[in-house]
């Protein structure tokens, strides 16, 4: 695999329903991936906020790597496609658009699908040029490269929510298992001008509405 690159991709925010999704890919040389082990690059999620800033500035320095912002109201539009599977599609299309940037040999996926062929089947299919497509569940655990892109998707999501933190006020995480989140949706969900930070279509999103509802 020598002169050869290869890339990994993962995404962070997927689950949320306030803020961003963002896909990331890391590319390297084959020659690095013993590096990458030995700077101890990981699933972003076991590694503490600190560790994954000292990762990403050794990625800024060394290595290459690009993201995609898909915006709350991208997210919401495909969760009415199909009951949620337009969302898949939307990561699919933002892979592809990745690995087109960087025109790897071989590419990583932390697949969207746990029917990894399918996914396979539909990244290839926007890619549209000669490139073997792997992808993997729970990669970020599997895969050095996807580890990285992890790493790189979780920071500059981080980012974006601190940005959003002072437009919003303290929002929690912005998972639907955090009571902080509950609680700001409870209160702010509804208010227009929030409305575009906010996925609408999340069954959570809907229940907690019910629940303020139920109040009256």
């Known amino acids: 695999m020598a002169g050869k690159l290869v890339c990994g991709i993962d995404e962070a925010g997927r689950g949320c329903v306030i803020g961003p999704l963002v896909i990331a890919a890391f590319a390297a040389a ?11 690059v990981a699933d972003s999620k076991v590694l503490s906020p600190r560790r994954r800033l000292e990762l990403f500035q050794i990625f800024k320095q060394h290595y290459r790597f690009e993201y995609v ?19 898949n599609e939307v ?25 990894v062929r399918k996914a396979r089947s539909r990244i290839v299919s926007h890619v549209r040029h000669d490139v073997e497509v792997r992808c993997m569940v729970h ?13 790189v998707a979780k920071v500059m999501r981080d980012k974006k929510i601190e940005q959003l933190r002072k437009i919003l006020g303290d929002f929690g995480s912005g998972y639907p298992s955090d009571p902080l989140t509950r609680k700001w949706l409870m209160e702010n969900s ?15 999103l809907d229940r907690l509405r019910q629940t303020t509802l139920d109040q009256f």
């Open 30 to 40: 084959p020659r690095d991936l013993r590096k990458l082990k030995d700077y101890g």
């Open 190 to 204: 509804s208010k227009p001008e929030y409305g575009k930070y906010v996925r609408h279509g999340w069954k959570t």
């Open 91 to 115: 990561e699919y299309m933002s892979i592809a658009e990745l690995v087109k940037r960087f025109r790897p040999d071989v590419v990583y996926v932390d697949s969207p699908d746990r029917d």
């Open 139 to 151: 990669g970020d655990s599997r895969n050095v490269l996807i580890a990285a892109a992890s790493i």
């Open 69 to 87: 912002v898909i915006k709350p109201r991208k997210v919401s539009e495909s969760l009415r496609v199909h009951g949620g599977m337009g969302l």
